[in-house]
């Protein structure tokens, strides 16, 4: 069974900084390509950073650069997200996603979601 479980949101005050884990099991999570997504109310979903199987990153949003770093620990199936300098425009659920291929037979565009974490930047 696929799972991808985020953890680390909260409350903080702006200026403050936060680091979001994303633990993951059930598929073969040192070849996936990795990402984070976030969604504020009203908006629409948006990538906000994401990292090849490797550990290189491969995007990060203008809105977040030099504040947010993305990494991954494949030993560990965790991926991270270290958020700085956090403002309250960064209030949003966010999300780990997993894209990648699996073979079984044919080869199986795999596309998987966690649950999301809610993060509010606020005084």
């Known amino acids: 069974q696929v799972q991808l479980v985020e953890s680390g949101g909260g409350l903080v005050e702006p200026g403050g900084s936060l680091r979001l884990s994303c633990a993951a099991s059930g598929f073969a999570f040192s070849s996936y390509v990795m990402a984070w997504y976030r969604q504020a109310p009203g908006k629409e979903r948006e990538q906000v950073a994401a990292?090849?199987?490797?550990?290189?990153?491969?995007n990060v949003v203008d809105s977040v650069k030099g504040r947010f770093t993305i990494s991954r620990d494949n030993a560990k199936n965790t991926l991270y997200l270290q958020m700085n300098s956090l403002n309250p425009e960064d209030t949003a659920v966010y999300y780990c996603?997993?894209?990648?291929?699996?073979?079984?037979?044919?080869?199986?565009?795999?596309?998987?979601w966690g649950q999301g974490t809610q993060v509010t930047v606020s005084s």
């Open positions: 990292i090849t199987s490797a550990g290189a990153t491969i």
């Open positions: 996603n997993a894209r990648g291929v699996e073979y079984s037979g044919s080869y199986y565009h795999r596309d998987y």
